[in-house]
Structure formats: C-alpha cells, structure tokens
C-alpha cells in the first residue's frame, strides 16, 4: 500500500510511523517546513507522545516514511490512501472555519488519482463529508466521486500522549459515501491496523458518532458540576457521593472541576448544535462548564475577608490539562478575565511555559513576588507537591483540580477550598 498523510500534527504523525511500520510506503505532508525537516531527521517535532521518537527513528531509518511540505505531488505520485487531519479551525465561540480544510481538500483534489481512498480524520460536523468535502473533491479534480476514487469519513478516536495504544484498542470507525467506498476503506485500514475496523453505513453515522462520544462528556461534566455546586451549599463532599454513586454498574458520574478545555470537549458540542440547534442538553452543558472559571474565582472571593479588589491573585497552570502543553479553551482564559472583572490583578505560572510564552497568550507571568490568593487550573503533577511556602503571602486557594493536599496548606492558616468540597 501507498499512503499518503496529510498535516503532521500529534494525530497524524503517529497514525503515519504506525502504517509506515506496518510495512508500507508513506509519504506524510505539511506546510510546516521546520516539521517536515525534523520527521526527515527523525526528530518528533512535539514532545510528549509515547513511544513516537523510536516509532519516527524505524519508520525513517527502514525508508518507508518521508515528508513533503508539497501534498499535491506527493498525492500524485498514486496513493492507495489519502489520510487527511488539518485542524478544523474554530473561534473563541467554537464555531467552525473551513479555510484549512478547504485548502487542504484542494491540494489533494490537484494531485489525485484515479482508485484513490480518501479519508479525512478530523472532527466535522454533520454532512460536511458529503455535501462539502467531496463535490470539492470531484470539482477540483475533474474525476467522478465514488466512481474514479472514494470519500470516507473516519473520525480520529485517540488521546494525546498515548495514540499508539488507543489506534490498537478503539474500534476503527469508516463510513463512506457508498458501500463500495466504504468496503474498500475498511481494507486499507485493515492493513495497518490491529483493532477492530467498523462500518459505520454512511459519513453522516460516523461523524455523529465523534459528536456523540465528545458531547456526552461535556453533558456528564456539566453534571457532575451542577452536583459539585449543590454540594457547596449544602456542606457535602462531592466526591464521596460520586464515588458511592458509581459503585454500582449504572451510574457513571465524571468529576467536577473548573473548566473543560482543549480542541475537543468544548468544541464538539457546538458542532453537533449547528447542525440540530434544537438540541437543549448539549446547549445547556456548555453553558454550565462555561461558567466553572467565573464559580472558581467567586469561591475564592468568599476565602478573603476583604475579598478580591486588588489582590494577586495567581493561576496555577494555563494548559488545559495536566502534563500537556496546550491551551486551547483553557479555563486559565476565563479565570483571569473573572478576576480582572472583580478587581483583582491575575498572574500566571505554569511548569510547561517560559515567561515569554505566557505574555504571547496574554497573562502577566508571576515574579515569585508576594500573592494574595491563589487557583489551581490545571492538574499538573507539580502541584499535588506544593505547600504554602511555595507561594509566599497566599491566604487562601481554590484547587480546581482535586490536586493539592490541603494539609499541607491548612496548617500554615491558609483557607482551602475544593469545588465540591467542605471549605477547610
């Protein structure tokens, strides 16, 4: 098999090294010249995959993978299939821009070739396969879909830091635009894949599918959530009633926190209510979880006898979760504007970024000066570690997360408080 896979991210960088040590020519493609350089040298252009640098250095050093800054030639040269992941682009409110994967559809609509499978892996909201992506392809082109080459939609079902394991556990899922696409799909994927390859019947069934997968998350949170709000109020632990809850096998209840971020569970959701903006759980999920950063800083208001009108006030972590280096939809965003909206003066510290990086993003890096107050935004393992002589003059801290051990603070006369949880 000849393959081709276009944008060299965290998806498609691993998916490409997997086919490629499958014992197949791949050929992967990016507009990032700095990325192209380094797969070329067998360098992983991002840290924190497992297992990918000794993945690159196989697929690299046995010359089944290359990369190419031009995907139009690479998909010329006669591709058995064509995996497509650019990243959907969304604004701060989720909704979509399609000029990336319009591009992207054009630069392999130029180069293909009659047989050819297209698959595109990233997230899209119902209908796009069919009514966007593949009439472009056939114009573009000039050769007849699901006639002189096919159009699947295969949803990418895999989470950062651990895509190896996840391609080889999660069921495959492929819907095409006609049972022969589709058949042949389920294939090529077949050759390169352990796990289990699923017909979906159509494009529209497995972008749903994606859809459904990301929007029960963010509909289970925002429960747990309007739980974890009750129980402040009332004095309860939530995490002793969620944990009793799901002691028996019908109740899955996920965990509160303060915010939902990254490229998924926040924006999925919003792709999904294009489609059916008649649909209320997931509208009122993301209203709930939107909410968490701003419930945060009250709690923290409610520590501080003076409450927050000229604190420092510092925000433990800007990536979205824990161990990764990323922010998108992070809740560190709508912590500091809450914050600067009840007169404090937010700073930022985060073990992943330098300071510079922290300015880019638009948060004042903290000095290791005097604070006031402080909220734990991300799970980073650091901070299960931190006491109060970590961060000097700190009164009182919200742990957003569950990490911090609040002995290590309480002693010290510092006034903690977990969402969810008694305040101790």
Not at 237 to 261: E, L, T, W
Not at 333 to 346: I, N, Q
Not at 356 to 366: H, I, S, V
Request: include cysteine; charged fraction near 25%.
């Amino acid at each position: 098999m000849r393959a081709v896979v276009v944008a060299l991210g965290k998806i498609g960088l691993p998916i490409a090294t997997k086919i490629a040590l499958a014992g197949h020519e791949v050929t992967g493609t990016d507009i990032d010249s700095r990325v192209v350089d380094r797969v070329n040298r067998a360098l992983e252009p991002f840290p924190g995959e497992a297992g990918l640098q000794d993945a690159l250095e196989r697929a690299v050093g046995e010359g089944r993978l290359r990369a190419t800054t031009d995907t139009t030639a690479a998909v010329a040269e006669g591709a058995d299939l064509i995996i497509a992941v650019p990243p959907l682009v969304v604004d701060d409110q989720a909704r979509p821009d399609f000029r990336v994967l319009d591009s992207v559809v054009a630069d392999i609509a130029r180069g293909l070739r009659p047989g050819a499978v297209v698959s595109v892996e990233t997230t899209l909201p119902v209908g796009t396969t069919r009514e966007r992506i593949a009439p472009a392809m056939s114009e573009l082109s000039g050769l007849e879909g699901e006639r002189d080459f096919f159009t699947v939609h295969s949803p990418e079902r895999v989470y950062s830091g651990r895509i190896f394991r996840d391609l080889d556990t999660y069921p495959k899922l492929v819907g095409g635009l006609s049972p022969e696409g589709e058949r042949r799909a389920e294939e090529l994927y077949g050759q390169f894949l352990d796990a289990e390859i699923r017909g979906m019947g159509s494009a529209e069934a497995a972008e749903l599918t994606k859809l459904a997968e990301t929007t029960y998350r963010d509909v289970n949170i925002a429960l747990a959530n309007e739980f974890a709000r009750f129980a402040d109020r009332t004095g309860i632990d939530i995490g002793k009633v969620i944990d009793a809850a799901n002691s028996q096998p019908f109740s899955h209840v996920h965990r509160p926190g303060i915010a939902v971020g990254g490229h998924c569970i926040p924006v999925y959701p919003r792709f999904l209510l294009a489609g059916d903006p008649e649909a209320r759980l997931p509208a009122a999920a993301r209203e709930i979880n939107q909410g968490m950063p701003a419930y945060a800083v009250e709690l923290l208001e409610e520590l501080l006898p003076d409450g927050l009108a000229g604190a420092r006030v510092l925000i433990l972590g800007v990536s979205y979760r824990g161990g990764v280096k990323e922010p998108a939809f992070s809740g560190a965003f709508g912590v500091a504007r809450e914050l600067e909206r009840r007169g404090a003066r937010p700073l930022a510290s985060d073990p992943l970024y330098e300071p510079e990086e922290l300015r880019a993003l638009g948060f004042e890096p903290w000095d290791g000066g005097e604070l006031d107050a402080a909220i734990v935004q991300a799970d980073h393992a650091e901070y299960s570690r931190l006491t109060s002589s970590d961060l000097s003059g700190v009164r009182a801290i919200v742990d957003g997360r569950g990490v911090i051990d609040p002995a290590r603070w309480t002693t010290s006369g510092v006034r903690v408080r977990r969402i969810g949880a008694p305040a101790e």
